[in-house]
């Protein structure tokens, strides 16, 4: 890739690649641990809503105390240092930083941010992926009008998958199927920040060791990211969401392509083209050995003879046929490899991973009955789920994107897993986030899709 080379001619040239952070939480901290050995890189400033946290994040990664004690973002281009703040404004709008992280987790900020960056001429590395799933086509499409990159981020599930997507079709494969792993049951589904860790596998004292979010790693849990992340996957590749939704099938990693191929040849796919998520569990329970759950596949075809031969005399593991086989990556390091986008975008303008189309959607699922007057507490929390949905399902019933499911007030009665739609709820249509959105559907509904008023 010569990346690595490329980030080395820039430090000796004295011309690092200089980079804004936007939340300082738990990916924000692993790259902040990989930031002190990766050359040609200055972390100008890092904005964050408690720098008080940030700054004890720091030192939780071992970053010497002097390397963050810049006063301003001018100091700390004049010595090579770190400014922590609360100013994320004041980090877009300087002059000297190329690329802004935007790391939060928050969705509706994370849009806020994005954009506020594009319109200062800032590459936008967006590590919040459930921005991403409700208008990363926006976003990509802004980024293009300003003359700048939106990328998705390298070492999360989706940038990866896209990387073998892109792999596969360089390669001259047709995609059967792509996707990523996960620890799933249906029960699942009712998990909430208060049973996350007895099903995730850590007791509460370790992830608070680690600085682990419960409602972020509920958001794994329950189903909500795996579907987030496939549409992040399905929008930047052009596949599809499947009609039902995902259906999470069972299986190790030897077992991808016998599963992802279509019903009609013993898969379990409607059609050819679609993301789906396997999980690393039986139906009942059980730990399936060499599973696929912190990593990420694509399922190909050999649409020949001559290919399907040399699948045979390279002794590669396919389906019983002959036909299909997989590649795959069984472990994301999450932010230990978000480098790899700082690079790319820096060095080569270009995205590890950028939406293209609008093919999937995740819409907010009731978790239990829902009540008039109730708030909406968005991914991982105690009301909703996300579903991925195909994005002409999602437009023609209105509906309401998990991305924008944070603190809104229910004005209708919901019923356990319904989809619920912008009638819903009560919503303020001058956040940024919500224009965005809708501005996305008029740009990027599918083609012959009805969006509905509501």
């Not at 939106?150 to 199927?177: H, I, K, M, N």
């Not at 690393?280 to 059980?286: F, I, K, Y």
Request: net charge negative.
């Amino acid at each position: 890739m010569n990346l690595f080379s490329k980030l080395r001619e820039r430090e000796a040239s004295g011309r690092p690649l200089r980079i804004g952070l936007i939340g300082a939480g738990k990916f924000g901290s692993m790259y902040l641990a990989q930031v002190p050995r990766t050359p040609g890189i200055h972390l100008v400033g890092i904005a964050d809503l408690s720098p008080a946290n940030a700054r004890a994040n720091l030192a939780r990664v071992d970053w010497p105390g002097e390397r963050y004690s810049a006063l301003s973002l001018d100091d700390a281009m004049k010595t090579k240092t770190t400014h922590v703040s609360d100013d994320w404004q004041a980090l877009v709008a300087h002059p000297e930083i190329e690329i802004i992280i935007e790391c939060t987790g928050n969705p509706p900020a994370a849009v806020e941010h994005a954009l506020a960056a594009f319109r200062h001429g800032k590459h936008v590395i967006n590590v919040t992926v459930e921005a991403d799933a409700f208008c990363g086509p926006l976003l990509a499409h802004k980024a293009a009008e300003a003359g700048v990159i939106y990328s998705l981020a390298y070492g999360d599930q989706p940038g990866l998958a896209c990387e073998l997507v892109d792999w596969a079709r360089t390669a001259g494969f047709p995609v059967v199927a792509a996707g990523r792993g996960h620890k799933w049951l249906p029960q699942y589904r009712e998990s909430t920040p208060d049973t996350v860790w007895s099903h995730w596998g850590l007791t509460a004292e370790q992830a608070k060791e680690g600085g682990l979010n419960p409602k972020m790693f509920n958001a794994f849990l329950d189903g909500s990211k795996p579907a987030i992340e496939s549409a992040a996957i399905a929008n930047a590749t052009g596949l599809e969401a499947p009609d039902a939704g995902l259906s999470f099938p069972p299986g190790s990693i030897d077992d991808i392509p016998t599963l992802m191929r279509p019903k009609s040849e013993g898969g379990i796919l409607d059609r050819k083209g679609l993301v789906e998520v396997v999980s690393c569990l039986t139906s009942d329970g059980v730990q399936i050995p060499y599973d696929i759950r912190k990593g990420v596949w694509v399922c190909i075809e050999a649409d020949t003879d001559y290919i399907r031969r040399c699948f045979k005399e390279y002794s590669v593991v396919t389906d019983p046929s002959g036909r299909y086989m997989s590649m795959y990556r069984r472990w994301h390091m999450i932010g230990l490899e978000l480098g790899i986008s700082v690079a790319s975008v820096g060095l080569r303008n270009e995205p590890t991973g950028v939406a293209t189309c609008f093919n999937a959607d995740v819409v907010a699922t009731a978790k239990r009955d829902l009540a008039p007057g109730e708030m909406l507490d968005g991914e991982g929390g105690y009301t909703v789920f996300g579903k991925l949905v195909p994005a002409a399902r999602s437009l023609a019933q209105g509906g309401l994107p998990l991305g924008l499911a944070h603190h809104l007030k229910l004005v209708r009665p919901v019923r356990k897993d319904q989809l619920l739609s912008w009638n819903d709820v009560a919503i303020d249509e001058t956040l940024p986030a919500f224009k965005a959105r809708k501005e996305m559907e008029t740009i990027f509904a599918p083609r012959g899709a009805v969006v509905s008023a509501a």
